[in-house]
C-alpha cells in the first residue's frame, strides 16, 4: 500500500502551492525523511526515504510536486520499497500538484470580497509500483482559490472531484467521479531570523467524501470517506530546510478503523485512525 508522503511539505517564506505568491522560476529540495506511526495503510509503516521535490512559477501557472523513493534509507515489513525484490513493490511514488491562476491568465482582478485570487487546480498522484497491489492512478480536479484573512495567516482552499484510475486492488478502481476532496491549506511565519532564517507554520486537510467504495467492498473494511491532516513546523535558510511534523488520520486511505481484515497471513485489526509523524532535512539547489 502506498504511503502517500508530504503534500506542500516545505514552501519557501510566505508560499505555498498555489497561492498565488510564488517566486518565478523553479526550485527543487532534496529531502531525507524519517516517518513512523503512518496510517494510509491498515497496518503501521515506518519509513525512512528520499524526496525531491520542486516548486515555483511560470507565467499563470503555479508548480508543485514531489518523487519519492519509498524505503531508500530503511523502514519496518509493512512496506516495501526501492531496494525490495518482493513481488509487492513500490518503486517510486510521485505527486503533481499544478494550479492555474486565472487572475494571472486574464490579467483582471477577479477578486470577490477576501477571494482574491481564482484557480483551475489539480492533483495526480502515481505509485509505480510493479503489481496492481501496489499501484495507485488517481487524479483530483477542480477549483481553488486564496483567500485574504488580512493577518499574515495566508488560506487556500480547493475543491476536488476524484477520477480514480488503479488504486491496490480496490474495488473502486477505475471508477469515473468517486466522490471528491475538500482540501483546506494554512500558512503563518512565525519569526524571521536576521540570518535571513525563518521559522513557519503549515497545515493542510483533505476531507474526502462521496465515495463508494465502503459499498463496494465486502466484510466493511473501507470507508466512503477519509480525513487526513497535517502540521508541519519548519526551519529555512537559504539553501538548508529543516520539518517536523504531526498527521492525523481518520479511516487513512477509507480503511475502516478496527474492522478485521486477512491478507493471507491471519486476522488483524485495522489501524487506520490516529497520529503519525515526519521529521525531514533538506537542501535547496
Known amino acids: ?11 519557501a517564506t510566505a508560499t505555498f502551492c498555489g497561492m498565488g ?6 526550485d527543487a529540495t532534496l529531502w531525507g525523511i524519517y516517518s513512523n506511526d ?37 523502514g519496518n515489513d509493512n512496506i516495501n520499497g526501492v531496494w525490495d525484490k518482493e513481488k509487492n513493490t513500490s518503486f517510486m511514488f510521485m505527486e503533481h500538484q499544478p494550479k492555474l491562476s486565472l487572475n494571472r491568465l486574464t490579467g483582471k482582478d477577479l477578486s470577490i470580497g477576501p477571494f482574491k485570487d481564482w484557480f ?22 477542480g477549483l481553488g482559490t486564496s483567500i485574504d484573512t ?6 487556500n482552499v480547493n475543491i476536488f472531484t476524484r477520477q480514480q484510475w488503479e488504486n491496490y486492488g480496490a474495488a473502486n478502481a477505475y471508477t469515473s467521479n468517486d466522490g471528491g476532496r475538500l482540501q483546506v491549506q494554512f500558512f503563518y511565519p512565525i519569526y524571521r531570523f536576521s540570518n535571513g532564517g525563518s521559522v513557519n507554520y503549515f497545515t493542510f486537510s483533505n476531507y474526502d467524501f462521496g465515495s463508494k467504495l465502503g459499498e463496494r467492498t465486502a466484510g466493511g473494511t473501507r470507508t466512503n470517506e477519509a480525513l487526513v491532516s497535517t502540521h508541519i513546523f519548519s526551519y529555512q535558510l537559504q539553501n538548508f530546510r529543516a520539518y517536523t511534523a504531526a498527521r492525523y488520520f481518520h479511516n487513512g486511505s477509507q480503511f475502516k478503523d478496527g474492522a478485521i481484515n486477512n491478507w493471507g497471513s491471519g486476522d488483524f485489526a485495522q489501524d487506520s485512525t490516529g497520529w503519525g509523524y515526519y521529521v525531514g532535512l533538506g537542501y535547496k539547489f
Not at 59 to 68: H, K, L
Not at 120 to 141: E, F, K, M
Not at 150 to 155: D, E, S, V, Y
Open 120 to 141: 483551475i487546480a489539480a492533483d495526480w498522484i502515481l505509485d509505480a509500483g510493479n503489481d496492481v497491489l501496489t499501484r495507485q492512478h488517481t487524479l483530483y480536479y
Open 21 to 26: 505568491q510564488a517566486t518565478a522560476g523553479i
Open 1 to 11: 500500500m502506498s504511503t502517500k508522503f508530504m503534500s506542500c511539505v516545505l514552501a
Open 38 to 74: 503512518i496510517k494510509f495503510s491498515p497496518k503501521k509503516v515506518e519509513n525512512a526515504y528520499l524526496e525531491l521535490e520542486y516548486m515555483g512559477q511560470t507565467g499563470p501557472i503555479d508548480w508543485y510536486g514531489y518523487f519519492d523513493a519509498p524505503k531508500y534509507f530503511g
Open 150 to 155: 488580512h493577518t499574515k495567516l495566508g488560506m
